[in-house]
């Protein structure tokens, strides 16, 4: 009882606060519609938008197009960053030795990026998810690798005792064991991922949201990038929060505190 | 009893120093002790004297730097252990975890489950088999802990404080419980405490550790018939002898 009422009301601040932004918005583009479009004018153009394709492609294909893109980045981020950083985390040497590595790649934007990657990659599909892929594969390396260092050292007794093997150690204490900072890695490479996306979709693309911003801009259709910037974040918004009910229902077993 | 006593466990003089920078620390100093079959010992020692490297040692998770240890009288060397602080994963439900040193070792699923459910029954978690561990209270977690050790059905059971982080009332019913479970299921049981009155409530022998390193003080051969009364006039002089005679400053 008690918990429904305070969701019911947390419910409802979050509505109040979005309509309060709408007033903000309608107020501040009241004096400047061509320049800055009212909230009608830009659910007009989303509308318009739904009927008239850009590029042969609908609203949606956009959305799909990037999507795609982060999707395709993240499984290879992953597969590599759970494998690299497993056995950097059960290995000390191994650690030692690619961890500088890391350490030195890891602070370069992968804006930073660009320029390389199109000089040797062109502007085809692979360098925009591979750009996606530089954004997203350090957070579950590094997380991986320390949630598996920091295993308990109590835990890993156990599987001694019982004699594991080192693939039954991996399986039954080490994985399981670092899987909610696996898990939180893989989240921070969702939002940075779907980030990056939008980047490299500005650069040269024919699809994407990224690409619809452009788009805006070069035909000076503010609406449209509204429009765009709008569904940026609310897709990144419904992103992590598919994730967390993934999280919820791999780590459930975590207690509350 | 006495004249039939059997040899399970035969540490020879064992030792065991770590060595950091420059420092030497000694752990465990010159330590013999025969562990006889189906005995409940407890090593009764102060906080911080190397219980938990003396029965580290006899599991193999950590070898002596001298001396050594000798499973006499049985094929095989497997151990069950009953961890200090609750080490039952938390990822897995109770039948899972009890099930684990089975599963391990590769007995297949029917086996091992039917295995762990007459041991989930005999802790007394029936009903609990697919409960996870943050639904249970310290003391169910350190059934599920007991249950575990029994499962590759060893002949030497190692318990390391295993009711030291238990509220009062729930470390008396445990005592009496891991009695239980014991009659029932006869191991060699050696039982570390730091606690004096759980020494006498429950061992067949206590042996007495000294502070660090750890060597043999005392040894302690408990008679009273069971179940023991914490209150009986017996019990209490048995205590007072073994608190007047050791320094368990803790
Ligand atoms: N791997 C290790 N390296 C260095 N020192 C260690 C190591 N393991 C244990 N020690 C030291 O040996 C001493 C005895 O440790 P141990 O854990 O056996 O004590 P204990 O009697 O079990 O203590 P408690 O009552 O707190 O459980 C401690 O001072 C500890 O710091
Ligand atoms: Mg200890």
């Known amino acids: 009882m008690k918990k429904n009422r305070s969701q019911a009301r947390d419910i409802m601040l979050s509505v109040i606060s979005i309509l309060l932004l709408v007033a903000v918005w309608f107020l501040v583009s009241g004096s400047r519609p ?40 993240l499984i290879a981020s992953i597969i590599l960053g759970i494998g690299i950083g497993l056995v950097m985390g059960w290995n000390k040497k191994v650690r030692a030795a690619i961890n ?23 502007v085809d599909e692979f360098p925009k998810v591979l750009l996606v892929f530089i954004g997203s594969f350090f957070p579950i390396v590094m997380n991986t690798m320390s949630g598996v260092a920091l295993v308990d050292d109590m ?15 991996l399986r039954h204490v080490v994985f399981p064991a670092a899987m909610p900072t696996i898990l939180a890695g893989i989240k921070i490479a969702i939002s940075s991922g779907w980030m990056v996306v939008v980047a490299a979709e500005m650069l040269s693309s024919r699809s994407g ?27 990144g918004a419904l992103l992590s929060a598919v994730f967390t009910l993934i999280e919820r229902k791999m780590c459930g077993w975590m207690s509350k505190e | 009893m006495d004249e039939q006593r059997v040899v399970q466990v035969h540490l020879e003089n064992i030792s065991k120093s770590f060595v950091s920078r420059k420092t030497i620390f000694e752990a465990v100093n010159h330590v013999t002790i025969d562990v006889y079959k189906n005995e409940f010992l407890v090593l009764l020692g102060p906080g911080q004297c190397g219980k938990t490297v003396l029965l580290n040692m006899v599991s193999g998770l950590e070898t002596p730097t001298d001396g050594k240890v000798e499973f006499l009288n049985s094929d095989s060397t497997d151990v ?8 039952v994963f938390p990822w897995k439900t109770v039948m899972e975890n009890v099930e684990l040193p ?21 802790v007394g978690l029936k009903g609990f088999e697919n409960a996870l561990p943050k639904q249970l209270s310290g003391g169910m977690k350190q059934r599920v802990g007991i249950a575990r050790a029994y499962c ?52 067949d022998r206590i042996i007495v550790l000294s502070k ?30 073994i608190e007047a005679n050791t320094d368990l400053a803790l």
């Open chain 2, 102 to 122: 089975l599963e391990l070792k590769g007995v297949p699923k029917e086996e091992r489950r039917k295995r762990a459910q007459y041991l989930i029954e005999l």
């Open chain 1, 209 to 235: 949201l990224g690409f619809l911003i452009n788009r805006g801009r070069d035909s000076y259709d503010v609406a449209l990038i509204m429009v765009a910037m709008i569904l940026i974040g609310v897709v």
């Open chain 2, 80 to 87: 069950g252990f009953v961890f200090q602080k609750t080490a």
């Open chain 2, 152 to 203: 590759n059905n060893p002949q030497v059971l190692l318990m390391d404080e295993p009711f030291g982080a238990l509220d009062a009332q729930t470390r008396y019913q445990m005592e009496e419980e891991i009695l239980r479970i014991w009659e029932q299921e006869k191991r060699t049981v050696i039982f570390v405490t730091n606690n004096i009155e759980e020494a006498v409530y429950l061992a």
């Open chain 1, 155 to 169: 835990y890993l007794k156990v599987g001694k005792i019982y004699k594991a093997k080192t693939w039954q150690m």
């Open chain 1, 100 to 122: 500088p590595i890391l350490m030195a790649l890891r602070p370069i934007p992968p804006i930073a990026w660009i320029p390389l990657i199109i000089l040797m990659f062109g």
């Open chain 2, 212 to 241: 660090c390193p750890a060597t043999v003080k005392e040894v302690y051969d408990i008679s009273l018939p069971r179940p023991r009364d914490y209150v009986d006039p017996e019990f209490l002089r048995i205590r007072e002898a």
């Open chain 1, 34 to 73: 061509d320049f800055f479009p009212t909230p009608m004018a830009t659910v007009e153009r989303f509308i318009r938008l739904i009927e008239k394709p850009i590029m042969g492609v609908s609203v949606f294909g956009h959305v799909l197009a990037s999507l795609r893109r982060v999707m395709l980045a």
